[in-house]
């Protein structure tokens, strides 16, 4: 049976992803015993570096994969040795008009960038419609990025803070939809708006709920300027960092560890059972932390949660490519293609297309995704052979394909849906994927797809949905308590992704979490 330093821990931390990892540093810097659990072999829960095609040298991000919402202060409070790289292109959307290849390549060339909105649209208003658009968010982003590590603040003093009716409205009140067709009249260029509120969320452009709206702010706020950085090293430097961090602060670190239940008793310290493969055991925390899910936070303390089942939409695939493909578009290198966020079939009508298919319980027929090249960016997720020889690793991202699509059959429907979903990239190469793809030591193609359904058996994430639940608001609502990490149980906090300002690589819940247990 697992032998710890303690028999009872000012603080038990239930999951060792990086949210709880977060806590734990902070914790253990400020003098307290904690005891982290964690279910797997290894901590970092979705943030996690993995070599998934068998005898290669390439350690990818396997799951989550770009860095926005994770805040410096967090980085400095806890001295960790982690960095982000910002791309040099935002994003390249390819699309064939009159019968010509073409495409919107947005970077930090204003002029090149103004000149590729006039190509495609015919004129500068689109541009300086972009312009101003993303000049309101940003201003958005400036105001409410910073109190994400404060106490939660009201709805009226987030307005406050904001200090502009019209973007309030905008993103706070009205369907994100109106905005994106009073400012665009391009459907590209509509579309490629549209897709950061869609982003692990699974709605129309019109939702009356403002999911859509929740999912668009989080995208946007990240650091202030909304960029969405490469971690250095890959996601799991991020985790190595923390662990390092936790430990050196003198924080216990336990995998293999599962936790079946949380006996509260009341005011006192709370009872926190486990299984090892040795059996089960008990240890007792004067607070326990919980990394995972409200769902799961609900089962483990016996009661019914209190939301309905939350429900992934997304397909991750993860390649492996001897060298990137060659584009139809020949205006465009592809090291600059895929810098950034490449676009595929994410118009605005194909994506309102796509929701229409996958609400009626179908799979879209044009699948609309988005790619990611991190080794332009950081080589070093390769090894030195693989760099010399011109390897490149491509992250595709899956929209509109709720986990309910894979019920009946999950392994035929990700085959049939990774089919369609490369076959709307190909369209606008000049050779097929499969013709880059390198091979692992086993002859097999370096390409893995993962469903909703294969989140949730892998990392639960209840549903496959990447965030725990839907996004919140950041502010406080009834019942949210002063950092938005509070349950019913004064001893008991939620500490991962569910979290109100949950969501993403941020370690924002963990270091709430942290502050309420320290009273501040």
Wanted: hydrophobic share 40%.
């Amino acid at each position: 049976m697992t032998t710890f330093g303690r028999d009872v821990y000012d603080d038990v931390i239930v999951g060792g992803g990086h949210n709880g990892l977060v806590a734990a540093a902070y914790l253990a810097r400020a003098g307290r015993a904690v005891l982290v659990l964690e279910r797997l072999g290894n901590t970092g829960g979705a943030a996690v570096s993995t070599r998934p095609f068998a005898g290669v040298d390439a350690r990818l991000s396997r799951y989550s994969y770009l860095v926005s919402l994770l805040p410096p202060k967090i980085v400095r409070d806890l001295e960790l040795r982690f960095a982000v790289r910002r791309r040099t292109v935002s994003s390249y959307t390819p699309v064939e008009r009159d019968g010509r290849p073409g495409g919107l390549l947005v970077g930090s060339d204003e002029q090149r960038t103004r000149e590729s909105f006039a190509r495609l649209t015919g004129s500068d208003r689109e541009y300086e419609n972009w312009r101003a658009f993303y000049g309101t968010t940003g201003q958005v982003a400036r105001a409410v990025f910073p109190t994400l590590t404060e106490p939660l603040p009201t709805r009226g003093e987030l307005r406050a803070r904001i200090d502009d009716e019209a973007a309030w409205r905008m993103l706070f009140e009205e369907p994100l939809g109106q905005a994106v067709e009073a400012r665009f009249a391009d459907d590209l260029v509509r579309g490629v708006v549209l897709t950061d509120g869609l982003i692990g969320t699974f709605a129309d452009a019109h939702d009356p709920s403002l999911v859509q709206n929740r999912c668009f702010l989080y995208h946007v706020i990240g650091g202030g300027t909304g960029d969405w950085d490469v971690p250095v090293g890959g996601m799991g430097a991020l985790t190595d960092a923390l662990v390092t961090a936790a430990r050196a602060a003198g924080a216990e670190i336990a995998t293999g560890h599962e936790v079946l239940r949380i006996d509260t008793h009341g005011t006192g310290p709370a009872e926190v059972v486990f299984r090892t493969a040795a059996g089960e055991g008990r240890v007792v925390g004067r607070t326990v932390l919980v990394n995972a899910s409200p769902r799961a936070l609900a089962e483990l303390l016996g009661e019914t949660p209190a939301q309905p089942a939350p429900e992934g939409a997304q397909l991750k695939v993860n390649m492996l490519l001897r060298r990137l493909p060659r584009l139809r578009d020949t205006s465009v290198d592809p090291r600059e293609a895929f810098g950034g966020t490449f676009h595929i079939a994410e118009g605005y009508g194909e994506l309102a297309r796509a929701h229409a298919e996958a609400a009626s319980g179908e799979l879209p027929s044009v699948p609309p995704s988005e790619i990611y090249c991190h080794s332009l960016t950081d080589p070093t997720i390769l090894g030195p052979e693989l760099v010399e020889q011109g390897y490149q690793t491509l992250t595709l991202f899956g929209l509109h394909t709720p986990a309910r699509l894979f019920g009946h059959d999950n392994q035929q429907a990700r085959e049939v849906l990774l089919a369609a979903t490369l076959a709307q990239l190909d369209a606008h190469l000049a050779e097929p994927l499969t013709d880059c793809l390198a091979f692992d030591a086993d002859g097999r193609p370096c390409i893995e797809a993962k469903t909703p359904l294969d989140l949730e058996r892998e990392l639960r994430l209840p549903g496959g949905h990447i965030f725990h639940r839907d996004l919140s608001w950041p502010y406080a609502e009834a019942g949210g308590g002063r950092w938005g990490v509070e349950t019913a149980h004064r001893n008991v906090l939620l500490c991962g992704a569910g979290a109100v300002r949950g969501g993403g690589v941020s370690g924002v819940p963990g270091h709430n979490a942290a502050m309420a247990v320290l009273g501040h």
